[in-house]
């Protein structure tokens, strides 16, 4: 296998609502064309919601098929959810997570990791509110 260039590059979210952002650092290593779809997009601006202890955008200007796609996830991870051409942040368990395990609604490609330190964000978010998602 050829040696790869991995890209990695930090992007933000922006809550306008509570005048905060979260970085998240991409990385293309897993899912590249995600990756390179969710930048050349950019800015997006969305709704957020909240499933259990995840954050995802309505519908986003990117359709992208699964490209290495997981069904279960770290704390922190990033991921484009094909089924709904949304970005979720995985802050914890879901609904239908199993004990000490993080699962998405259906397969997602991992881009990134949360790099921010304010991890409450979650439980300050509100559903529906207004978020812009932009290169750093």
């Known amino acids: ?76 991870d990033v991921a484009f959810w094909p089924g709904g051409s949304a970005l979720c942040l995985f802050y914890g368990p879901t609904p239908i997570s199993k004990p000490n395990k993080i699962e998405p609604y259906s397969p997602v490609n991992i881009v990134g990791r949360v790099v921010s330190e304010q991890i409450d964000i979650i439980d300050r978010v509100r559903v529906g509110s207004r978020v812009i998602i932009n290169h750093a």
Request: hydrophobic share 40%; with cysteine; net charge negative.
């Open 1 to 76: 296998m050829d040696k790869q260039c991995i890209l990695e590059k930090l992007i933000q979210i922006f809550f306008p609502d509570l005048n905060e952002r979260v970085l998240i650092k991409l990385d293309d290593s897993k899912s590249p064309k995600t990756v390179k779809g969710l930048l050349d997009s950019m800015p997006i601006e969305v709704k957020i919601n909240k499933w259990g202890k995840e954050l995802y955008t309505d519908e986003i200007p990117v359709t992208l098929q699964e490209e290495n796609a997981k069904s279960e996830l770290n704390l922190l």
